[in-house]
Every structure is written in C-alpha cells, then in structure tokens.
C-alpha cells in the first residue's frame, strides 16, 4: 500500500462524486458488511481494511462540506447512537449465552474490527472531530505520517507472531 499511496490518490482525486461513492459502497458491502453478516475473514489481511478506511476519510477531506452546525450534532448523535448499539448487542448476547452458547462465542459480533458498526463509528467520530476548527495541525500530521509504517510492520505475518 505504501507503494501505492500516489497512485491510489490520484484515482481518488480524479474520481466523480458519484464514482467515489459507488466505490466507496462497494468496499464496504465487501469488507465490512459481508464480514459482519457472515464472521468470515475472506482476506486474511486488514489491507483491504485499511483502503476502505483512508478512502472514507479522502472522500470526507473532498466532498464533506456541510452544514457545520446541524453536522456537530448529527454526527454526535449517529455516535451515540452505534455506540449504544454496540454496547447493548454485547450485553444482549451475554444474557443470550448463557442459554445459547452459540451466543457465548459471538460475544463481541457487532464490535469487530471490520463490522459495519465500528467502521460506522469510526467514521461518525472523525467527522464530528473534524468540523471543529483548530483539528489541523503540525506535529500530528507528522505523528500521523510515521503511523503507517507502524500498521505495516503490524501486518506482515512474521511480525504478528513476534508482536
């Protein structure tokens, strides 16, 4: 990905707001939706993930312009919302598994890392972070530069056996 950073910034950049979204869609019918409905890991690697996710975050630096007041408290609420959501599906399901085991062993269903629910949240908290002003900054484009590699080092398959 990292090879493929300029590349795959310029497609999204030249992308119609229309195609952006179509693709946008599709990437998470594929790797969020599919994953929460079925539990089934189809890629083995969270690169796919991390695509979805920095594609969602180009398409809200390039088409997010709204209504900065109603946006606060939209976004505030979608938050909270998934959030209770989230936190009363994992309550749900320990009552339930204590009858049903099957439920036992999907405890954490709705908070996956690649459920529709947390790219949800995730999505909701950057945009509700990032229509204050003042988000912009420095020191945390840089920290968040050298984030990357670190998620790369993460993600290689011997690193996760020694990590």
């Known amino acids: 990905m990292y090879l493929l950073s300029p590349y795959w910034n310029r497609l999204l950049i030249n992308l119609s707001r229309n195609e ?14 599919i994953r ?6 189809m890629y083995g690697s969270q690169i796919p993930l ?12 390039l088409h ?10 939209v976004y505030g609420i979608c938050c909270l919302l998934i959030w209770l ?11 339930l598994g204590h009858k049903y085991t099957i439920f036992a062993q ?11 629910f947390t790219i ?8 509700f972070v990032s229509i204050f002003k003042g988000f912009i900054s420095i020191y945390i484009n840089e920290l968040s530069a050298c984030m990357f590699g670190v998620f ?4 290689h398959h011997c690193m996760k056996r020694i990590l």
């Open 85 to 95: 959501v989230m936190k009363s599906s994992y309550v749900v399901f320990w009552f």
């Open 152 to 155: 790369l080092i993460h993600e």
């Open 120 to 127: 949800s949240l995730a999505f909701f908290s950057l945009t």
């Open 64 to 73: 997010g312009k709204t209504n900065i007041r109603r946006a606060r408290f």
């Open 20 to 33: 952006f979204l179509s693709m946008l869609i599709i990437m998470i019918i594929l790797w969020s939706v």
């Open 50 to 61: 991390f695509m979805m996710c920095y594609s969602l975050g180009a398409y809200w630096r």
């Open 36 to 41: 929460t409905l079925t539990t089934f890991d």
């Open 106 to 116: 999907h405890l954490s269903f709705l908070g996956d890392r690649n459920s529709i």
